[in-house]
């Protein structure tokens, strides 16, 4: 009987600690056990499922991967051709998150199949948390500079109108140290070719938005002596001998009073009366085939073997997302593969080799706002345009690097099912209503995801989450998301890409791709 009695008040106080661990702040149950507390949505079958919950499967799996890596050899070849493509924003998180939403969680991105891969710092001289013109300084020119500065050393502070004049502080980008190796360089982005990232490869100014000299004016600096990152591209050291600029921004090439756009018929932001583009046409020696394109069926049309420079500008602003050129059938707009093949052709036929910068930029402006659909399906986009590259020149003489400037505030969290649609929700919080696989630290979702006025958050299973525009919850207010500090991961395949392994500065990228290709002052496989 005392037993009897002994064995009853255990299991009423097992119950008693079961019940009360539910309603603990701790939360212990959903902790270790997701789906006791979730919404009871079904989970998908994964991938594989019979063969995934045997042992072998994944011991077979490892083996595969093990005999992959030791049967690996490093190709110490002398790289002819180095192309770099830069995500701009696109974190491990990203990454992660676009790999799923473009096949599953087991399906790598073509990169991600790259056999080396390594973690680059990205932090600016002056922030712990970078931009894209700090970090383009770095990539692409081997210095690290200030916040909001292109192409000039830590000397020269933001928006200073004379510490940019002086020289000395101009840094020298892997374009120019290619051109002067003999190679051909370019430049392929879907942001304005005058932004930062790509601006990194030939400007040099104390200030990113100086795209044009009515934003030079605006700042209180002379235009007459502080050239704007247009001008730049038509005038200065660096540009005028680039072989290939593809990407959008004609507006700051073009005046805002002249009538002067090829699509919209409209004006740009300068205010000197010029338009650049023109100058730029007539900028090239004697002789030399300079040719402007606006639309895709002219690049299309391009003959690599007739042109000596090609300038294209598919939008006055950014290139169109994607999803946007899908669903708004804008045909005449090339994807990023489409520019990346035909710089490729016309780079191609220099016998010396070139260097490419890829930009996939429109990321990062996706994460900005919000917008997580955007932000995945541009670094779908972006995985294409290297898996063409990788395909169309041999891992024997064509280095491929692939990585991003900075991360963002973007979370893939929750305890969401496998095979789950990321887009959907993960599970429910304490307020009883459930939140979502994607989310951000900050930025404009949490106006659109909460009630300011009763401190509440809003159910998201009222709102139509189909919208390839929807915007996804975040933290706490602000306009704009904010970049994110952590490391960013680079993928390296072909010569010597295995001296893009382990932790290093952002700024040692440009020299490894330097050594690889024997170009530069610096250190060089060849010598």
């Not at 770095?138 to 916040?147: D, E, F, Q």
């Not at 001998?241 to 073009?254: A, Q, S, T």
Request: proline fraction near 4%; charged fraction near 25%.
């Amino acid at each position: 009987m005392r037993t009897a009695v002994r064995s009853l008040c255990v299991i009423l106080l097992l119950n008693f600690v079961a019940s009360a661990s539910l309603n603990d702040d701790y939360d212990s149950d959903k902790r270790y056990h997701p789906r006791l507390l979730d919404e009871a949505e079904p989970i998908k079958a994964a991938r594989n499922v019979e063969q995934e919950q045997t042992i072998e499967y994944w011991r077979n799996q490892a083996k595969a991967t093990v005999e992959k890596h030791v049967k690996r050899k490093e190709n110490t070849n002398i790289a002819k051709n180095v192309i770099m493509f830069l995500g701009d924003g696109m974190s491990i998180a990203t990454v992660a998150l676009a790999r799923i939403h473009a096949g599953g969680e087991e399906k790598p991105l073509y990169f991600e199949e790259f056999p080396y891969v390594g973690m680059a710092k990205t932090y600016c001289v002056d922030y712990q948390v970078p931009d894209s013109a700090c970090t383009a300084t770095a990539y692409l020119t081997g210095v690290k500079g200030n916040m909001d500065t292109i192409g000039v050393n830590a000397h020269v502070q933001v928006a200073d109108c004379v510490a940019g004049l002086n020289r000395s502080t101009h840094t020298s980008s892997i374009g120019q140290w290619a051109i002067d190796a003999g190679k051909d360089a370019g430049i392929v982005t879907t942001a304005r070719v005058t932004h930062a990232s790509p601006a990194g490869m030939y400007a040099h100014t104390a200030f990113r938005d100086w795209e044009n000299d009515k934003y030079v004016k605006d700042d209180g600096c002379d235009p007459a002596l502080v050239d704007d990152i247009a001008e730049q591209l038509v005038y200065g050291e660096t540009a005028p001998k680039l072989r290939v600029i593809l990407g959008g921004g004609r507006r700051e090439f073009m005046d805002q009073n002249l009538d002067q756009d090829y699509e919209t018929g409209k004006g740009g932001y300068r205010s000197d009366g010029r338009n650049l583009i023109n100058e730029w046409l007539r900028n090239g020696p004697v002789g030399e085939n300079r040719t402007f394109v606006w639309k895709r069926s002219d690049l299309m049309a391009v003959d690599p073997h007739r042109t000596d420079r090609l300038l294209g500008m598919f939008e006055p602003g950014h290139c169109a997302y994607n999803l946007d050129k899908v669903e708004k059938q804008l045909d005449e707009e090339p994807t990023l593969a489409e520019m990346v093949d035909k710089a490729t052709d016309i780079l191609s036929t220099n016998p010396d080799g070139f260097f490419l910068f890829v930009e996939g930029g429109r990321i990062d402006h996706a994460h900005h706002d919000n917008r997580a659909k955007y932000a995945l399906d541009e670094t779908v986009e972006f995985a294409k345009a290297i898996e063409l590259a990788r395909k169309k020149f041999s891992e024997e003489d064509t280095l491929i690097v692939v990585t991003s400037d900075h991360s963002h505030s973007v979370s893939f969290a929750g305890y969401a099912s496998r095979g789950k649609d990321v887009y959907s929700t993960a599970g429910t919080g304490k307020d009883g209503l459930p939140y979502m696989t994607i989310s951000y630290a900050n930025g404009p979702g949490y106006k659109k995801h909460v009630d300011t006025d009763a401190g509440v958050r809003l159910d998201v299973r009222q709102m139509d989450t189909s919208k390839s525009n929807f915007v996804f919850p975040a933290m706490l207010p602000k306009d704009s998301e904010t970049h994110g500090g952590e490391d960013v991961a680079v993928y390296a395949s072909g010569p010597w890409s295995h001296l893009f392994t382990g932790s290093y500065e952002q700024n040692v990228l440009p020299h490894m791709m330097a050594y690889a290709s024997c170009i530069g002052r610096g250190m060089k496989a060849c010598d």
